[in-house]
């Protein structure tokens, strides 16, 4: 149980489109799910937080307009990268939290986005 | 406010010897713990964790952590590694009770067992 699936694993778009990545729970309901920004061989950086229903909370430093996210139902976030530039290259990997579970955080197996 | 410290960012060792991977913690209230393992092009995977109760904690593949409350310490070991346990191991730290549940991640330590 508890699988969160990630889509896509892998894409390459050029400057100055919009790309937008899926975070899936595909056997429990996430209320607040998470994603997370990861430059090579660096940790993972909390980028916001984002609720069902409600607007999501963005980590001081990220651009809310710059990384749209929508959480219209219980079991799907999304992250639209827009305007994307070179320099927005990176791993983003979503987490789903399960309420249930004893506050753990389930991870996606992450997005490489690569902007030429 | 959390923060979590892995000071070695790489461990080389040979296969069957026994390893550590440290993590220290600092944080004003009490905290929940994890370490998190990921594999290349990969997201993380929940290795074991600490919320409560014995100190001492078991992934079911062989891996173990004791948190130690008065070292501020989260020391991950395993007695005899495997080339596959080859990748990198985040710990991570949250505030126990908080609202949003935030992780607090380390900045990670590649385990790069040889043969």
């Known amino acids: 149980g508890a699988v969160v699936s990630q889509h896509p694993s892998w894409v390459i778009c050029k400057s100055g489109t919009s790309v937008k990545i899926e975070c899936r729970s595909l056997?429990?309901?996430?209320?607040?799910m998470f994603w997370y920004r990861q430059f090579p061989k660096q940790s993972l950086m909390l980028m916001a937080t984002s609720n069902e229903g409600s607007k999501a909370t963005y980590e001081q430093g990220v651009e809310k307009d710059k990384f749209l996210i929508n959480h219209a139902s219980l079991t799907l976030s999304t992250l639209t990268v827009t305007s994307a530039h070179p320099e927005d290259s990176s791993f983003y990997i979503c987490s789903a939290f399960l309420l249930a579970g004893l506050n753990i955080q389930y991870f996606g197996a992450g997005t490489r986005l690569s902007v030429l | 406010a959390q923060s979590v410290t892995q000071l070695d960012s790489q461990v080389p060792v040979f296969e069957e010897a026994p390893v550590e991977l440290r993590c220290n913690y600092s944080?004003?209230?009490?905290?929940?713990l994890f370490w998190y393992v990921q594999y290349p092009n990969q997201g993380l995977q929940l290795l074991l964790k600490?919320?409560?109760?014995?100190?001492l904690v078991e992934s079911i593949n062989g891996f173990e952590a004791e948190f130690n409350k008065s070292q501020t310490s989260f020391h991950l070991r395993k007695p005899s590694v495997h080339i596959s346990d080859t990748a990198e191991y985040f710990c991570a730290v949250s505030a126990s009770g908080g609202a949003t549940n935030k992780l607090i991640f380390g900045t990670g330590t590649l385990l790069a067992v040889q043969p």
């Open positions: 944080s004003s209230v009490s905290v929940y």
């Open positions: 600490y919320l409560s109760g014995s100190t």
């Open positions: 056997d429990f309901q996430a209320t607040t």
